[in-house]
């Protein structure tokens, strides 16, 4: 064996956290995808607590090979809870480019009042944009930006939108320049192109959304750094996205936002993988909801709609998920017979009949069907209560049902993987799969997908029917590098998705082409020799 090899098999470990509402969970994989630890944790109110509890007990599990890890993957709801809590925001100044066509609909259309007050220093309709052809809609306006930033109080960061900038980008690209040459290089400029596609409104959104995350994902990553620094690994750290990939530390601080929607993601990718299916229905029971979604050729199936996050409306990529009110600690109510929504959630062990309490739950009802959970068979019950908790697994069954054929699209050829700690509650024959499939290591599947994912990038692309080919080349080639900076291998990424979409209300047939790019990390000697 060679030093070279000796040194890839030395350091081939890999640890996945993810941090959920309650549980957070942690995996350690070696080289060829084997789970050597894993835990579930509480999370905790500040998040840190569970990563911190979580990367200490699997490092616990392997003694001796810890020195073996070279490489941290988290996924975490800070930015989602963030914006939710409205706390830790960072105050933004907006500048949309699109007068005079667009100055009808101000910035942040529809946001919530206690989140734009929050986080809105000031916004600018300035002359610029550009047609869906790429002709300028006006000359860019610079003394107009000047001389509104100059008349804020103060912002910590601008957020900038131009119409049909994902697919012309000079203006924002321009306007980045003249910011930082007029107020200091170090000036926080976000540009919407790198965030959604086409789609003013929900685009800038995002934008803004992103650029008032960014102290919010400095707390994040440096907290990260100084878990893996306490714990004395000498490991690079990642970020999950919500499309399924990885990005580097540097990038997620950059983009924040896209870490919204990493926890289903990830445990579509975990289910995936552990079960070996590239193309299934996946569902994730928790003990307050369960989460389906699709795996399309081992990645997430992404919704078509925009999303809401926090009240705001945004079109950046996020998996197609159906959440539903059934998990393991659902409520059952006895004198009504009522299943949900409300949950007893991280209480089910002192309050769920099955732990000696006095609350009837979906787990009580799958204990009663004869299943042994967590060691236990649920104590004897009257016989009225016994045909409450029946009557409720049967109606859980019924609404897991009409989730799967709603996100079947009409197919009976799909396999549903179940993964999540109250997997129980999935019966062992559902209508509308083939088969149900249950993975070793399904109760910490989102943690093995935060493990495994690839890096990857996307981008979008305006063109006329005739020159598609030419459109597809130039947004793989910006995709592709998109999935080098998040920390992809140069030397493995690869296109892996290309979707076409025809564009209506043209003077010419024109089609919009979104292009994913993802491939293995790279090793940090690679990174640093791709970026010099």
């Known amino acids: 064996m060679t030093a070279r090899s000796e040194t890839r098999t030395e350091r081939d470990l890999s640890i996945g956290v993810d941090v959920g509402g309650t549980n957070t969970d942690a995996v350690v994989l070696d080289g060829t995808g084997r789970v050597l630890a894993h835990t579930k944790q509480a999370t905790t109110e500040d998040v840190t607590g569970g990563i911190r509890s979580g990367i200490a007990q699997v490092l616990a599990e392997i003694a001796g090979k810890r020195h073996r890890v070279s490489r941290v993957m988290l996924g975490t709801t800070h930015a989602t809870n963030a914006i ?8 933004v100044a907006m500048v949309r480019l699109g007068a005079p066509a667009a100055t009808e609909f101000p910035p942040l259309l529809g946001w919530p009042d206690e989140l734009s007050s929050l986080v809105l220093a000031g916004s600018a309709m300035i002359r610029g944009g550009h047609m869906v052809d790429g002709t300028p809609i006006a000359a860019l306006d610079r003394d107009g930006i000047l001389r509104f930033l100059d008349g804020l109080d103060g912002f910590d960061a601008v957020a900038v939108a131009g119409i049909f900038s994902p697919s012309t980008p000079d203006q924002e690209q321009e306007v980045a320049e003249l910011i930082r040459a007029e107020r200091g290089a170090d000036t926080r400029v976000f540009l919407s192109q790198d965030i959604g596609p086409i789609g003013l ?155 000696g309490g006095a609350t009837p739950t979906l787990t009580d009802a799958a204990a009663l069907a004869d299943t042994v959970i967590a060691g236990r068979r649920l104590p004897s019950q009257p016989p009225k209560t016994q045909d409450t908790l029946r009557e409720a697994l049967q109606v859980a069954h019924g609404r897991l049902e009409e989730a799967v054929e709603r996100l079947s699209l009409g197919r009976v050829d799909l396999p549903l993987i179940v993964v999540g700690g109250g997997g129980f509650l999935v019966p062992e024959e559902l209508p509308g799969v083939s088969e149900v499939i249950r ?23 305006l063109a006329v029917l005739g020159e598609r080919e030419q459109a597809i080349a130039a947004a793989s080639e910006t995709a592709i590098a998109r999935a080098i900076q998040a920390g992809a291998d140069p030397l493995e990424v690869a296109v892996v998705d290309v979707l076409e979409t025809p564009v209506t209300y043209t003077d010419r047939p024109t089609v919009k082409v979104s292009v994913k790019a993802a491939g293995p990390l790279a090793r940090l000697g690679e990174r640093t020799a791709a970026r010099a």
């Open 84 to 91: 939710v809590a409205r706390r830790g925001l960072d105050r």
């Open 201 to 355: 409104l929900e685009r800038e959104n995002a934008t803004v959304l992103n650029a008032a995350l960014y102290s919010v994902a400095r707390t994040v990553t440096e907290a990260l750094v100084t878990v893996v620094a306490e714990e004395g690994l000498d490991a690079v750290t990642f970020f999950a996205q919500n499309d399924g990939t990885l990005m580097s530390l540097e990038y997620a601080a950059q983009y924040p936002v896209l870490t919204i929607g990493s926890g289903p993601a990830n445990s579509i990718r975990g289910a995936a993988y552990l079960s070996g299916t590239e193309d299934a229905i996946v569902i994730d029971v928790g003990g307050t909801t369960s989460d389906l979604g699709v795996v399309v050729h081992g990645f997430p199936r992404e919704s078509t709609l925009p999303r809401e996050i926090g009240g705001v409306r945004t079109n950046f990529r996020m998996p197609d998920i159906l959440s539903l009110g059934i998990g393991g600690g659902t409520i059952v109510d006895p004198s009504t017979g009522a299943v949900g929504p409300d949950s007893v959630g991280y209480r089910i062990g002192t309050e769920g009949l099955l732990f």
């Open 439 to 461: 993975p070793g290591h399904g109760d910490v599947a989102n943690a093995v997908g935060a493990a495994i994912a690839l890096a990857g990038g996307r981008a979008d692309q």
